[in-house]
């Protein structure tokens, strides 16, 4: 098992698991509230949807190798070495960049780095930063945009010079995805952070597509 993203989990779970259903349908309704906290419009999550998106991730790491790219750049530091099972420990963005994301500064990257690595929500709406929920029992603690996760991760596809069009899944990154760190394209030594950055577009443009909220699971 690990990290998953769906797109459409209303209408996936509606007539599949009523207990579940009932659950994100209320967390929906926490999710609104945290929202309108911020003087945000509302989400109406679709319950009927003709197709629902769902990706498997790298295990719960990958996650981390993506975001130790942007935590490097957005303090203004080169890119590091491609990422290992360690990632999520780098002093740079366990520690530097969360750091001085608490003392106030508007950081780039934050739709990506300031959110649950396990779970939580990405909705399409447009907004700068990203949403901490303070006393709010909404699950993650932290809620991003659609959109701005969209750019953070197009830009960072053009630093790792994946080319256009590629599919996450496609052959060749897999096969890079096993040799981390190797090969003469950058993408492929980097295949961790690009399969990561290729999965969240796809999400992303599936979000757009359907009105529906990206979901961490």
């Known amino acids: ?28 309704g926490i999710l609104n509230q945290v929202l309108s906290d911020a003087g945000l419009g509302t989400h109406v999550e679709p319950e009927e949807l003709d197709e629902v998106f769902s990706r498997g991730m790298y295990g719960y790491s990958g996650l981390h190798y993506l975001r130790r790219i942007g935590a490097y750049l957005a303090l203004g ?12 420990k780098d002093p740079v963005l366990e520690r530097d960049y969360w750091n001085r ?19 939580g929500f990405y909705v399409p709406i447009d907004f700068e930063g990203a949403l901490v ?58 295949a961790v952070e690009t399969f990561t950055c290729l999965q969240l577009i796809e999400a992303c443009d599936a979000s757009l597509r359907t009105k529906a909220a990206i979901v961490l699971v």
């Open 133 to 190: 929920a303070i006393d709010i029992p909404l699950l993650g603690g932290m809620l991003g945009s659609t959109q701005r996760l969209r750019a953070e991760c197009i830009e960072l596809a053009s630093v790792l010079g994946v080319p256009a069009g590629m599919d996450a899944e496609a052959d060749e990154i897999m096969n890079a995805v096993e040799t981390q760190g190797q090969g003469r394209e950058k993408w492929q030594q980097y």
């Open 77 to 88: 530091r080169p890119i590091p070495l491609p990422g290992d099972k360690e990632a999520a």
């Open 1 to 28: 098992m690990g990290l998953a993203l769906e797109v459409g989990i209303l209408a996936d779970l509606k007539e599949a698991d009523a207990e579940g259903f009932a659950y994100f349908k209320e967390q929906f």
């Open 101 to 119: 994301f608490l003392a106030g500064e508007r950081l780039k990257y934050q739709h990506l780095i300031v959110h649950s690595d396990a779970e």
